[in-house]
Every structure is written in C-alpha cells, then in structure tokens.
DNA sequence: TACCCTAATATTGTCAACAATCGGACGACA
DNA sequence: TGTCGTCCGATTGTTGACAATATTAGGGTA
C-alpha cells in the first residue's frame, strides 16, 4: 500500500503539519476514540508543542470532517453514524463512478497494466487467505484509489483522497468491514478493470456505481441484524489520552 | 437569494469566523483578485486584529480551496483556470445528478410547492429583463441551491453548499457568465421540477446532468472563441489593500 | 556581462501570557 | 425536594513577542 498519500518531498513541513498528520492518524485508526474530547492543553503538553500548531492542525481535522467543534466549548472526534456511513457511500458511488468514466477515457495503457499488476497481487494474497481479509488489507480501498488517481481530475482526486478515504478507513477501522463480499468485490474490481482496458467509460461507469451501490448494501444489511436501530459506533466518551498506555508520544 | 449560508443565529461567533466570512466574500466577489498575495501583517492591521484568528481564517480559506498556501511562504488566493473550471462542472454533474435524484425521492410536497413559486419568481423578473441576467442574478445558483438542501443528504449539502458553491459565485464574478443559455436554463430548471414533483427519481437526475453539462459545454465554447489556449482569469498579480481605496475595513 | 555567493530584510511559524466564555458545583428559595 | 441563580474553575479565543525560513538586493568572480 504504497504511497496512499504523499506527502513526501514538499520541502518545508511545519510543526503544524506534522501534528496533523499525526492526529488524523491516531483519529482514524481508532487511537483516539470517536466521540473524545480534544483537549488542547492536554494534547499540548503530551506533544511537547504549543497550543497554536494545534490548533492550527485541529482546525484542518475539521476541515475533513474527523472533529467537530464548537465555539468556546471545544472539539471533539466525530461520533461515527449508521446515517452518515450510508451518506458517504451515496457520495462514492456518484463520485467514483465519474472517476471510473474518466479513467476509461484517458487512462494509459501502461497505467492499466499497473491495476491488472495490483490485482493479481491481490488475487495471490486473497487466495491465500480464501478472502476473508481483502477490505481489512485495505486492498480494496487501494484499488479504488488508483482508479481515481486515474480520473486525472484533481479536484475529485483531492476530494475523494484528502477527505472521503480517509473517512472510509475510520469506518473501517470502528465497524470491521464485512468479509462476506471479499471475493465478490475482488471480482467486480476484475470487471471495472476490464471496462476500462475496453476504453468503455459507461461500463466502467455502471459497474463501478453497481459495486459501491452493493458494498452499500451489504453494510446496510449488516447493520440491521446487528443493531436494529441507528446505534453509534462507541457510546462511551472517552478523554483524549485519558489512558496514557503507550506513554508520552514519539518526538514530531 | 435569502439565506444562502444561513450562520446566523448559532451562538457564539467567534472573531475567526467573522474575518473568515468577511475575506471569503471579498474573494468571491473579486475585491480582493485571484493570485493576489495573502500578507498576514497588512491585512491584521487593515482589519484591526492579530494574526492569530487572521491564521485561523485563512487556514479555512485553504480547506475551502479558496487560496493556495506554501509553508513559509505564504497564501495567495487562488488562480481560475479554465480547466479548473471544467473540472468544477463535471463534479457538479455528478453530485447535482444525485442531489435531483435523491430530492425526488425524499423532498415533501411542500417543498415542491417552494420551488415552483420560487420559479414563477424567476420569471417574472426574467420576463422583465429577457433572459439577460439569470445568471448574474444567482438565481440559478438560487434553484441549484434548493436542489441540494432538498436532497437531505448532509455530507452532500455541506460540500456542495459549503466549498463548490462559492467557487462557482468567484468564476461568475471573475468571468461574466454567458447569458445566451438563460432561457434555456430556466426552461429545464421548470423540467427538473416537473420530474420532482412526479417522483421520478432517474428521470430527474437525468435532466439534471444534462443540464449542468449543457453549461460546461456552453462555457467551453465561451472560452475557445474568447482565449483560444488555457487562459488565466487574472495575469497580473497585486498584491492585497495595495489599493486601499475603500479606506480601512469596518470593525468586525 | 552573466553567474554565484552572501547578507540584509521581511514574512511566516511558534511560543507563552492575557482575556473572554462556558460548564459544573454549591447554595438559596419556592 | 426540585428548581433556579450565582460563583468558581477550567477551557478556549486572542494577543504580542520571539525564532526560523524564504525572498531579494548587492557585491565579487569567472
């Protein structure tokens, strides 16, 4: 998974920068609970920096829609909602379905052999492991990152890749994705890889909506049996770094 | 146009979001240009502030891809490109598309009602002045609008409402929009309502992506007759309150 | 004359202290 | 006993000063 966001080689990386990389991370990965209150103070002096970078890197949290804040109360990790998940697989189906046109029409060949290369890599471990890992790899959201790449449209690039992804790693991360349509989706990538080798960009169009509507689906599904109601991913709130397990943070 | 971006009546405002609010309409709207330079120092002391909140601002500004930033650089606002522009009508295609669809399927009856009166609205006043001017009006921004807050569909709202939104409001105000399509737009804007108001969800999303894409294709002619090669908006770059002609800024 | 190196300058990034605001606790009163 | 008002503590918002970096002007050399 090489490479999903690079950041790497602008020169000049401010303090600020770093710390938000940093944040978003520990947000997504589940380090820091969804619904915690962001404490400046505290994350300040864990960090050894000053409030402002902070803030600085809070404010572009909420920029991607990982915290809320509210005026002089302060921020706090999204909670994450049954509603809302369902909400950002409307949104990737209309906006990856355009990245999968687009694709098909000016994709390069060479390009297109790279994805066939990823999705045989993906075949050799989803063979192995007899597809009960493939969204867990994040093999899937690395496929769909390519395609999109691939749209060369920068303005869906920056918005499906800065924001919308690292969204989806949340969810994946609170709620492990299901395994069940691990094969099934492995091979839909097979047939939108296909669409776009056939310069067909209504294909590549109707199948990619197709996968992302079914994917959709399925969470619908899992989430009825699960939890009947709209229930939140972590109904407890948790202070940030309130268990201080790992010690103070590595220096920025 | 009431209520475009209703922040009124949520409490506590703090002085960043006012600065902030405030420099986004002066960029939209052009009193500051496209490429000019951001400098902290001046504009604080036009404003009367620190740099604090003025950072926190402009931090915004960045998410909203309303200015570009370099670390240690500075921001300067952003520079309209033609394919800037296509890109920001095929991204509209795609989640206006589904921002129709979705309202057919979910907006009340009431609402429909809404959006009829406000389009017999629009035509008294285009009736008035012959189609010159719907576009200059934002009253098709205005119906584009409701759409989307019809959709439901919050992450939707808040991207399109919030970010791409007041794009569209600065290459409006950079680039005069073509009027010659007025009175056709306004004529598939009342189709777009009938295919609401009869619940056809596919239908209405269908005339609602041929409709955008009739306007990007329309301003793609604009620009080939006008600039045949990529052309930017602002060649020269000022620098900003170079020409504080307005005097200082009223207090915040 | 053109190029490179150096130094001065201005701008940005960061820090620590001050002011404004909110949430919760304590106590008074119906 | 329940509710309202007030006070206190803590957190956030804001400010001005300091440090680090990039841009620009100038001089020296090939």
Redesign the pocket.
Known sequence: MPDLNDQLGQ??V?????VFARLRQAIVEGEIPSGT??????L?SEY?????????A?GRLEACHLVE???????RVVSLTQEDLLELYLLREALEGMAARLAAERMSGRDIDELRKLLRQHQERAELQEGIAYFQTEGDLDFHYRIIKASGNVRLIKLLCDDLYHLMRMYRFQFGMASSRALIAFREHGHIVEAIADRDPEMAELIMRRHIRSSRINVELLFDEKAPKGARATPAIRSASADSSAGAAPPL
């Open positions: 020169q000049g401010t303090l600020a920068d770093r209150k962001i404490s400046e103070p505290e300040a050894g920096i000053s409030r402002g970078p902070l803030r600085d809070i804040r509210r005026p002089n109360v302060g921020a």
